[in-house]
């Protein structure tokens, strides 16, 4: 028997195959939606294309039931489980948030601690307030040049285990949204050595799974859960994701969990681009990643000639708090070009027609996958060069830190719950926030409900406004006020 | 039997040539590549389906990217030319004995060795000991320049293919610090005349407006592009097309032209009322 017969055949797509059959048998649609297969909505079918509108359909017993899966869906999970190493995986219509959720949802309930670094992506501190769990925050070394948070430190989780023996998960997010890996197999080990659960924030690193030569993989680890972004680096439509889980955790258990708060109508467009993408990266990824690799390392190498910018890579790699690079991200400092990563940012897309993915204080990241070109790279890099011809200026004043320690005083679901005042921003001083602010993207919370507001934290609030920085999260949309505790 | 070629100049218009013979066609890297042989227009070369130039009226295009800044800027000995693979720029340029050098960078080696072969006459000055020839992404290529230019010529394809590019806000950028203080760029603008074309002339002329201090737009009339019509930017640091042209220095060459008049010159960059209303709403 050779490698190849003992794994399931990922040349098949049974989701998308369904539909193919479906659509051939020309099924009279008396259920919903009640578009109709587009005709009761000509203005959206011709947006969107009759062929894309056609499958917009309702779960039935031909095409399966995401709510329960028993057959096309069910073999479109096999199939995801078998290609990313996972026990199981399960296809998630509500974005990598839904994932995210879950994983919280499935192993913590009120009142358990949840060892994480403070770094996380709002929807992990969304769970929080949801279930009632305490977060321990681990503290991210911060990469004093980038000003950026680094991975974990093995002491530091090591540390926070030790001194909360009773908290029943630890989260890691890898990569970060700057392709910093920590080293998730330690992590790991550790998490279950202390009979804890490891949960892995993986949305940036579905091509981890594919690529030859990237970092360690959640599942490779042996994680129990990781929640991937198959719409970032994978290529599927937006808003789908998987949810992958080790041996350790019971499928029905986390089915039970997704179905609190998943939709009963899942998308059949989401669901297929799911399918077509795994079987896609199953058959193709190694080639795929390293050519996006392979521009990602070039895309470096002419940055870093223009002079001033700094397209940082696996140079950086420590050991520990930066264990691995994801070789396919452009991550760029600017500031020593006099300019925060926003406003290169701001001038990229006003004058040059190029949108990137974000801009912080001192960095941009370009996202790079699968549909980039050559030519588009050489766009991005003189963009960048001539940004720096004409807009080059003295650096001083900008600010120079991007990690604030956040003192915890409340649970999430307790502050964000708890009786409260509105008060204006520059006299919150002291108080306790009981919403979350943040820039977004990259969405990484400045404060979150239960956190001490500061003069440190409102210095950057207000720095980050006046660059530009879109902010969301409190209820006041100019944020000129913040709900704090009353 | 009958065999026409036709390309559309607008999505509602079409224009086609009698076809004698299919003489090559390739599918390069970067686009597909077909030259035909017709009775009217002679060798026709086609990229990606639309027609570059043909024997026939080939002299118009390069003489007038060629010969309008040459009677302008009387120091010009460094040339830049981008794209121009079929090597009809180059054999203009070639005729000006001060001129010491000609870089030539394309992106298609496919191009220049098709090229070579079928248009024998368009390519025969691709050779001269002055022109180096470079395969890479103009792009690249000039960001790495500062100041070494007296002239660049940008003789692309269409806004729409591999060229798309070289009608961004950051290639005129590149391209302006890569030319000296009085350096100049000429590049070919598209048809004013459809839609589709004239929106996509109006985005480069805006960009190169905000870039160098001096643009003007000139046109001429070429029998086989969209419309019959086309426009030619002319971005400087510091010589006036018109009040600067050197009529006489030029005249005294003696160089013999089929199109380009110096008197021509003057009349080119007087445009008819719906062009000058469409440059006047971008800049």
Redesign the interface.
């Known amino acids: 028997m050779n490698e190849f017969d003992c794994c399931l055949d990922q040349r098949r797509a049974p989701i998308y195959e369904a539909l193919q059959t479906f659509r051939q048998m020309r099924v009279v649609p008396f259920d919903v939606p009640g578009h109709k297969h587009g005709r009761g909505n000509p203005e959206m079918t011709a947006f969107l294309g009759e062929k894309c509108v056609q499958i917009d359909v309702n779960s039935m017993k031909p095409l399966d039931n995401l709510c329960h899966p028993v057959s096309v869906i069910k073999e479109a999970e096999e199939l995801a489980a078998d290609a990313f190493g996972a026990a199981h995986a399960f296809l998630m219509v509500g974005g990598t948030t839904s994932s995210v959720q879950t994983m919280v949802l499935a192993t913590c309930k009120r009142g358990d601690k949840i060892i994480l670094p403070r770094n996380v992506h709002r929807s992990v501190i969304n769970a929080l307030v949801l279930c009632g769990a305490v977060p321990v925050y681990v503290n991210p070394e911060v990469d004093d040049r980038l000003g950026i948070s680094l991975g974990m430190r093995r002491d530091q989780v090591f540390k926070a285990i030790r001194e909360n023996p009773d908290a029943v998960a630890v989260l890691v997010n890898n990569p970060t949204y700057y392709g910093i890996c920590s080293d998730l197999k330690s992590i790991t080990q550790m998490a279950h050595d202390a009979g804890m659960y490891c949960l892995v924030d993986e949305a940036h690193g579905t091509h981890f799974y594919f690529g030859a030569g990237m970092p360690t993989t959640a599942m490779e680890a042996g994680a129990d859960m990781a929640a991937v972004s198959m719409h970032k680096s994978g290529g599927s439509l937006t808003q789908s994701s998987f949810l992958l889980t080790g041996p350790r955790m019971n499928p029905g258990h986390v089915r039970q969990i997704i179905n609190l708060t998943q939709t009963t109508s899942g998308s059949y467009l989401l669901m297929s681009s799911l399918d077509i993408s795994r079987r896609m990266l199953a058959l193709h990824g190694r080639e795929i990643f390293a050519k996006v690799s392979t521009m990602a390392d070039y895309a470096r190498e002419?940055v870093n000639a223009?002079g001033g910018y700094y397209a940082f890579g696996k140079e950086l790699v420590n050991g520990d708090s930066i264990f691995d690079f994801d070789p396919t991200k452009l991550s760029i400092h600017t500031r020593d070009i006099g300019l925060a990563g926003i406003e290169v940012y701001d001038i990229l897309r006003d004058?040059?027609?190029i949108q990137i993915e974000f801009g912080d204080i001192g960095n941009i990241l370009a996202y790079l996958s699968i549909g980039d070109r050559?030519?588009?790279l050489?766009?991005l890099?003189?963009?960048l060069?001539?940004i720096r011809?004409?807009y080059q200026r003295d650096g001083s004043g900008l600010l120079d830190t991007e990690y604030l320690d956040p003192e915890v005083v409340a649970t999430p679901q307790e502050a964000f719950y708890a009786p409260k005042k509105s008060v204006p921003l520059n006299e919150s001083e002291g108080c306790v926030c009981s919403e979350f602010v943040m820039c977004y993207p990259p969405g990484i919370p400045i404060l979150a409900p239960g956190e001490r507001i500061t003069r440190d934290i409102l210095d950057y609030i207000q720095f980050a406004k006046e660059k530009g920085c879109s902010m969301t999260g409190p209820e006041d949309p100019d944020i000129l006020r913040l709900n704090v505790l009353a | 039997m009958e065999l026409w070629f036709s390309e559309f100049h607008a999505p509602d218009v079409k224009h086609s040539i009698r076809i004698n013979k299919h003489l090559y066609s390739h599918q390069s890297d970067f686009q597909r590549i077909d030259i035909f042989e017709t009775p009217e227009f002679g060798r026709v070369l086609a990229l990606d389906g639309n027609v570059q130039l043909t024997e026939r009226d080939e002299f118009i295009y390069d003489e007038m990217i060629t010969h309008v800044p040459m009677a302008v800027h009387p120091g010009i000995k460094d040339v830049l030319v981008i794209g121009a693979g079929d090597g009809g720029v180059v054999k203009e340029l070639a005729r000006y004995e001060r001129i010491e050098r000609i870089d030539l960078v394309e992106m298609d080696p496919e191009v220049i060795k098709a090229c070579r072969a079928y248009l024998p006459e368009n390519a025969s000055r691709l050779d001269d000991r002055r022109v180096h020839i470079y395969y890479d992404n103009a792009l690249r290529f000039i960001r790495r320049c500062s100041e070494q230019y007296d002239l660049i010529i940008v003789d692309s394809t269409d806004p729409f293919g591999p060229s798309e590019g070289y009608f961004t806000r950051e290639f005129y950028g590149i391209c302006y610090n890569a030319l000296r203080e009085d350096g100049i760029m000429v590049n070919q603008q598209g048809s004013p005349f459809y839609q589709h074309d004239a929106e996509a002339m109006q985005r480069s002329h805006q960009r190169i407006v905000h870039t160098f201090p001096i643009s003007r737009v000139y046109q001429a009339h070429i029998p086989t592009y969209a419309a019959g019509y086309w426009t030619f930017g002319f971005a400087s640091k510091k010589y006036h097309p018109v009040d600067d042209l050197d009529a006489a220095g030029w005249n005294k060459l003696n160089l013999q032209t089929k199109y380009y008049t110096t008197r021509l010159h003057v009349g080119a960059f007087c445009l008819p009322a719906f062009l000058e209303q469409l440059l006047r709403e971008v800049e």
């Open positions: 002419e223009i004058e040059y027609d050559p030519q588009e050489e766009r890099v003189s963009a060069a001539e011809r004409r």
